[in-house]
């Protein structure tokens, strides 16, 4: 191998996993405005806000895998957006059981 060679192959990403109160979510629906309702793990159906910072950043379609952070005080009911998975990350998850059953709709 050249002395200033690039490995070859697209680079590796580290799958991001729920942290304490994060749970995995399905887009059910997008209202618009930035909101959508998602089924959450816990088997809520909660109103989800897309943040500013992932406005235009993050494009979530429906069906796609997402982490969500429930309020504090309307937690049954509506959450925050936190991140969005890729479908290699999707699979990855799945092929690792870390899904709950309830959302694997692949």
Request: with cysteine.
């Amino acid at each position: 191998m050249k002395k200033n060679s690039q490995p070859s192959g697209p680079p590796l990403r580290k799958t991001r996993l729920p942290k304490r109160e994060e749970q995995f979510a399905v887009v059910m629906e997008m209202s618009g405005g930035s909101r959508l309702k998602a089924m959450c793990a816990d088997g809520n159906t909660r109103m989800v806000r897309i943040g500013g910072k992932f406005k235009r950043r993050m494009w979530v379609r429906v069906n796609d895998l997402i982490l969500i952070k429930p309020w504090s005080v309307q937690s049954d009911t509506k959450a925050d957006f936190a991140h969005r998975y890729l479908p290699t990350e999707r699979k990855w998850i799945i092929n690792r059981n870390i899904l709950p059953e309830e959302l694997n709709i692949w």
